[in-house]
């Protein structure tokens, strides 16, 4: 069972509250874009994390790395193409996680450099601290960019390969979706998801660290 401290679960809350309303944002604008101004006239089309909050999903994130906040309501009949439309607005979210944990682990190497290396950041406290929370968003925010990339319903995967799929097997999970999705929560909390999700969230992470090596590059050549 993990160890978890005060600290530990204070950094991982503040890395979700910047996370998920970003996630859910990226949701709304999209649909908002495409012609559907539900999400909008609902309010969700904002930066506020209370509107975003689902609690079980964000205690998961906080202490596995994989969760969910509340769906933005969207209607497809309001897209051009429906089906084409929802798997945009699907793909707009874990999109956006990925995007964040890139920009924010450029963040995070330019701090390492620029405040003087781990030695520096381990002997001041509002350094680690700073430095932890942006570790966490890196972390949480692929982790939550994966998660979603899942094809079960109600997961921005289900949607986004809805296209793909024939009509009879979207029928079906759309009538079991409410079973469907209870197995998926008793798989996540049962912990057996744990290693498929944390393998594919180090292979993006090595991708992501990869991409960014710019950064390392320059700072070494000085």
Known sequence: ??????QDILISCIAALIILPIHEWAHAYTAHKLGDNTAYYSGRMTMNPLAHLDPI??????VAGF???KPVPVNPLN???????????????????????????????????LVGGAAAIMTNTALWAVGQILAAIVSISVGLGVFNLIPIPPLDGSKIIAPLLPRRWIYYLDR??????????????SGALSYPLSYVRSWVLDGLYFLS???DMIFMAF
């Open 1 to 6: 069972m993990p160890y978890f401290n005060i």
């Open 57 to 62: 999903g964000f205690i998961c994130l906080v």
């Open 67 to 69: 969760g969910w906040a």
């Open 79 to 113: 897209f051009k193409n429906s089906q084409k439309g929802m798997a945009i607005t699907a793909a707009a979210g874990p999109i956006s996680n990925f995007i964040l944990a890139y920009l924010v682990l450029i963040v995070y190497k330019l701090f390492y450099y």
């Open 176 to 189: 079991y979706q409410m079973y469907i999705s209870l197995g998926l929560m008793i798989l996540l909390i």
């Open 213 to 215: 090596g710019f950064v």
